[in-house]
């Protein structure tokens, strides 16, 4: 494994080649959730779902087998983790054509109030890395990079049980919990990424309780 150094030395590089891509998809990312927010509805599942598309192909692509590969220090590790993101990516794709799922907030409770708080940590993700004095290049951001990227999916997946791809949600929930307060946190300081842990928590919750209803 590589040191922390080292690390953030990979994610600015990254974030220094793409300049100002991940500007682009930030914006959408919130645009996106904003929408969800006022006027839900089939226009709205499917920008949402062209945007995961292009979000999951570019990381499986651009960040894991290509510019951010030294990242793990692993080639191996991170073609596995592309591919996988690639295959999220071309189910969301198919759901595009048959728009099974479909993005709907809760109208009220606890649910409506978690799902707020949660969707606007996720888009703290580069306000967060500023407070921790990241490089600007250095800022994770949703849609560009993996971790925000699964946390708002996730987030925006439960919008839609109980009717849900179960292979992505599964796959983004392993991707969010098992070790990302071990791996990121621990050893590369990505204090952001407590963040993804808490939202895949809340998302593991809300899928055992509709696990049975589709």
């Keep these: 494994m590589i040191s922390k150094e080292e690390f953030w030395l990979v994610m600015d590089g990254y974030g220094q080649a793409i300049w100002p891509v991940q500007i682009i998809f930030y914006v959408a990312a919130i ?5 969800l927010y006022f006027k839900p509805g089939k226009p709205h599942s499917l920008i949402t779902k062209l945007f995961l598309t292009l979000a999951f192909a570019w990381n499986g692509i651009g960040f894991y087998m290509t510019l951010a590969k030294g990242m793990a220090g692993n080639s191996h590790s991170n073609i596995i983790l592309g591919l996988l993101f690639l295959v999220v990516a071309a189910l969301w794709l198919v759901d595009l054509f048959r728009n099974t799922m479909q993005f709907v907030p809760p109208k009220s409770g606890w649910r409506k109030n978690l799902l707020l708080v949660f969707t606007l940590l996720v888009l703290c993700y580069p306000l967060l890395g500023i407070a921790l004095k990241h490089p600007l290049t250095s800022l994770i951001m949703p849609g560009i990079f993996p971790c925000p990227t699964v946390a708002l999916s996730l987030l925006l997946l439960t919008t839609a049980l109980p009717r849900v791809d179960k292979f992505i949600y599964i796959t983004l929930l392993f991707c969010a919990i098992p070790f990302t307060l071990f791996y990121q946190v621990a050893r590369y300081g990505v204090y952001e990424d407590v963040i993804l842990f808490t939202s895949g ?11 049975k209803l589709r």
């Design 31 to 35: 645009l996106i959730t904003g929408w």
């Design 201 to 211: 928590v809340y998302c593991l919750v809300l899928f055992l309780q509709n696990w």
